[in-house]
């Protein structure tokens, strides 16, 4: 069973960086796919991007092209989402999931999020 642990969600001015954590458990992520989701507030669950276990990245979100940037270290397990230049429609819970390939939708193993708040 892969547990998955987000951190370094917070509060943030608009222009502002963050950077997310997943910390996986239970199993090594060399061998995952591990994707970033972020929900608005009354909004669906979106796909942001994802990198493959080969180090393939795919963004599924526009908008954060040439802001948001995906890396992961095998070693510690761990895959990092960095948000440069957020915009306060960055607002949301994040997500980070694992499967065995990247989508858009259908992982089977989720974190339970991490809030990030971006101000105007």
């Known amino acids: 069973q892969v547990q998955l642990v987000e951190s370094g969600g917070g509060l943030v001015q608009s222009g502002g960086s963050l950077r997310l954590s997943c910390a996986a458990s239970g199993y090594t992520l060399n061998y995952f796919a591990v994707g970033w989701f972020r929900q608005a507030p009354g909004k669906e669950r979106e796909a942001v991007l994802c990198i493959s276990s080969r180090d393939g990245i795919t963004y599924y979100t526009d908008s954060v092209k040439g802001r948001f940037t995906i890396s992961r270290d095998d070693g510690k397990k761990s895959v990092y989402l960095q948000m440069n230049n957020l915009k306060p429609e960055d607002t949301g819970v994040y997500f980070c999931?694992?499967?065995?390939?990247?989508?858009?939708?259908?992982?089977?193993?989720w974190g339970r999020g991490t809030q990030v708040t971006v101000s105007s």
């Open positions: 999931s694992a499967d065995l390939e990247c989508s858009s939708s259908l992982y089977n193993y």
